[in-house]
């Protein structure tokens, strides 16, 4: 090594120092960075899930019959839904607005007639639609049970004729954490990235202490590198946080490589944290930065990543977006590896559009500093 | 700023009101020229809620379609074509080419290249032809549980009626009646066509809210504190009380204003209903936004820097939004977790747009969330507004 890389390396490690410093000095900032993930992925974890048990039904009986009773008690006795008799429809309708019940089964009146005369016994299923996910959910439930219980007869007949056996891979209980986890990493690390490093470098030119720095002599490049590697291990910490706690208290697996994992997260976050450098170069404003950090990664990597919607499902203008959106690839990888399994030959095109915005982002921002000072 | 001080004369009690008047004025005009001076925060608090609800109103729709199915074909007779074009006739799966084997198709859900596989068994035909138990089997990439749950009920859907049919068709053969039969024909109310935007917009709206007014609130007054321009307005004879309120009324005006854009996007774009009376609308968000103003102040009053604002704001809004019932319904969370969303107004303010904008529900019907609402923003702002003037002190 030359005596001019030592010198570069040392200067670095000075800026890095000084950022440590700042950070060790008002170690709350520290305290909430790391703070945040195990919030969130408790709550995650534990709270969040898209199925309700105990959906509150409430049974509008117009028939009164045995048979009437004998579904309202099926409908009961199973352990999705929390069933209650209503007296009419209208009634049952005021429970729906004010959110007292999700649905309400009328019941009409001849029910057991048709059922006992071999006719087709429909029964009414009002369903609050405002949570249209809900709705279908609640919709293939009860539809179920009822026809399971207007079709004791079919037992008669044997098996049935065509059945379907479903095998679900890779997470066959359906858990979301499985789901989530991967997903709320990605968020994790954008957050810490682009905010924190927008938050700091903006900080300096608003106080005017990087005028300060230029005047030292130390480097352009050795100021963004230097500054940049305290968040990078930060966000690394973070990265670590999440898959420890993702593995001890929920179960989620890692059935790829381990050290692929945290290649594509040193990825991202490089990524991330040029795109932070770039943001507080061009606002020099601590709020300016929060806002445009919040709308140009936070956002992108909520929505557009795949973490909860698949990028299949959106319009092509918005699938044509996620091109250039880091996140989806970091999700990606991530499911790929934890829960699929694989190593570099699987994520190989994720890491490798990783490296790609990295690199130009990194260049777009160095650039941009430089001129901004010129 | 001889204004400020009350002179010991009989109408010094007129004067001292009006005196609050015109400090708040004064303060009112130095926030608002403040912040409209740097077009940058004004185009982000304007154009970012506009943007944000395009994009989430496009790109979030839990209306799966097109998931990317293989069809295994093992049979390749005419019926298993049939079941194959008529299971996937409704464009919830997208048929996906290649994968001719189980092996291939279990690669494929692997690689990603498709989220399930439908295997048709050889000799499907003949079997149901003879009336021998059939199997069709379904693979599925479980790592989106929810995407997996939607294609297995509709595959259980789609062959339990081929099911039912071929037994009312063999009962029917043998001169038996055919059996009685019972469905639930569903009718989803407020929402018919069970679209996910007019769910998702109030969310939203909601989270919007919280995100730019308590993050703006607390770190605007943290910058203020760090440049040290707060004590300078402190030792103006100003009261802190009014510095506060002149403070958050900008931020009020914006807010209301992002509802007001938002929504109207809402209704033009994704063809959100306003069914309620716009009274409760009007009256809630000026409730909600007490609280997550209130909640900005408080921050800023335990933050040193903008940066620990930032962070502290988030380390708020991230849990009040997942326990809200914005992304996924309260009544799917544990007790322990549901009881704490009493305590959330982010909870109160998406019930009360929901059921107001969809389901038209009014004062007689939400009056107990309004009251929940007001008095936590009451609490939040009493606390916060304490805390403030003793630090200030």
């Known amino acids: ?374 | 700023m001889r204004w400020g001080r009350a002179p010991r004369e009989e109408s010094a009690r007129r004067r001292r009101r009006a005196g609050w008047a015109i400090e708040l004025g004064a303060v009112v005009r130095k926030e608002v020229r403040q912040t409209v001076r740097d077009r940058r925060i004004m185009f982000l608090l304007i154009a970012a809620p506009l943007l944000q609800t395009i994009l989430l109103g496009y790109a979030v729709d839990f209306n799966f379609e097109n998931i990317p199915t293989l069809v295994v074909d093992l049979d390749r007779s005419h019926d298993s074509r049939t079941h194959a074009r008529r299971l996937l006739a409704d464009r919830t799966m997208q048929r996906r080419p290649g994968a001719t084997s189980v092996a291939e198709a279990s690669a494929d859900l692997a690689a990603g290249r498709a989220a399930a596989a439908i295997v048709l068994p050889p000799g499907l035909a003949r079997d149901l032809l003879a009336q021998q138990p059939a199997d069709v089997q379904i693979l599925l990439d479980g790592t989106d549980p929810n995407r997996a749950m939607v294609v297995a009920s509709a595959a259980a859907r789609y062959f339990g009626e081929v099911a039912s049919d071929l037994l009312r068709e063999r009962m029917a053969a043998r001169g038996l009646p055919p059996p009685a039969a019972s469905r639930a024909v569903p009718r989803a109310l407020y929402n018919p066509g069970l679209a996910t935007a007019p769910f998702m917009i109030p969310g939203v709206m909601t989270m919007l809210l919280v995100i730019t007014t308590t993050v703006i609130t607390a770190m605007g007054l943290s910058r203020e504190r760090e440049m040290g321009t707060l004590e300078q307005v402190l030792v103006t004879p100003i009261r802190p009380l009014v510095l506060l309120v002149g403070k958050m009324a900008p931020f009020l005006v914006i807010g209301l204003f992002d509802v007001f854009m938002v929504l109207t996007a809402g209704v033009w774009l994704f063809g959100v209903p306003m069914n309620g009376p716009a009274a409760v609308l009007v009256t809630g968000t000026l409730l909600y936004l007490l609280s997550t103003l209130g909640i900005g102040l408080l921050i800023s009053s335990i933050s040193r820097t903008q940066q620990q604002s930032f962070l502290a704001g988030f380390l708020f809004i991230m849990p009040a939004i997942l326990l809200s019932g914005v992304m996924t319904p309260v009544g799917a969370m544990p007790a322990w977790l549901r009881s704490v969303t009493y305590v959330n107004p982010v909870r109160y303010f998406v019930e009360i747009l929901r059921a107001n904008l969809l389901k038209g529900a009014g004062f007689s019907d939400l009056w107990w969330r309004l009251l929940a609402l007001a008095g936590i923003g009451g609490l939040i702002l009493l606390v916060a507004t304490l805390r403030f003037r003793k630090r200030t002190a």
């Open chain 1, 1 to 374: 090594m030359t005596s001019r890389q030592v010198r570069f390396l040392r200067r670095v490690g000075a800026m890095a120092a000084k950022e440590v410093l700042h950070i060790r000095r008002d170690p709350r900032t520290l305290y909430m960075s790391l703070a945040m993930p195990v919030i969130m992925l408790l709550l995650l974890g534990f709270g969040l899930s898209f199925d309700i048990e105990r959906i509150p039904l409430v049974i509008a009986d117009g028939d009164r019959s045995a048979a009437s009773r004998d579904l309202a008690r099926a409908i009961q006795g199973s352990h999705d839904f929390a069933a209650v008799l209503g007296s009419d429809a209208a009634a049952a309708e005021q429970a729906l607005r004010r959110g007292q019940a999700l649905a309400a089964l009328l019941v009409p009146a001849g029910f057991a007639r048709d059922l006992l005369s071999g006719r087709d016994a429909p029964v009414q299923l009002l369903v609050d639609g405002s949570d249209g996910n809900l709705a279908r959910q609640i919709m293939g439930k009860l539809d179920a049970i009822v026809r399971a219980h207007g079709q004791p007869s079919l037992g008669l007949a044997g098996t049935p004729p065509l059945q379907v056996q479903i095998y679900t891979l890779w997470n066959p209980a359906g858990r979301s954490a499985l789901f989530m986890v991967p997903g709320v990493a990605a968020y994790l690390l954008a957050i810490a990235a682009v905010l924190l490093t927008a938050l700091t470098v903006a900080g300096e030119w608003e106080r005017g202490s990087m005028e300060q720095l230029f005047a030292s002599p130390v480097g352009r490049l050795e100021i963004v590198l230097g500054k940049l590697l305290p968040y990078l291990a930060l966000g690394m910490l973070q990265l670590l946080l999440v898959i420890a706690l993702g593995t001890s208290v929920f179960d989620v697996p890692i059935r790829g490589s381990l050290p692929v994992i945290l290649l594509a997260g040193l990825l991202f976050l490089t990524g991330m944290l040029g795109q932070g450098l770039l943001i507080s170069v061009i606002a020099r404003n601590q709020l300016v930065a929060t806002q445009a950090g919040a709308l140009s990664s936070l956002l992108p990597s909520l929505m557009l990543s795949g973490m909860l919607v698949p990028i299949e499902n959106m319009p092509r203008i918005l699938q044509a977006l996620t091109v250039v959106v880091p996140a989806r690839y970091l999700v990606h990888a991530l499911r790929t590896l934890m829960l699929k399994g694989g190593g570099l030959a699987v994520v190989a095109l994720d890491l490798v559009a990783l490296g790609l915005f990295a690199v130009a982002i990194l260049a777009l921002a160095t650039l941009r500093f430089r001129r901004r000072l010129a």
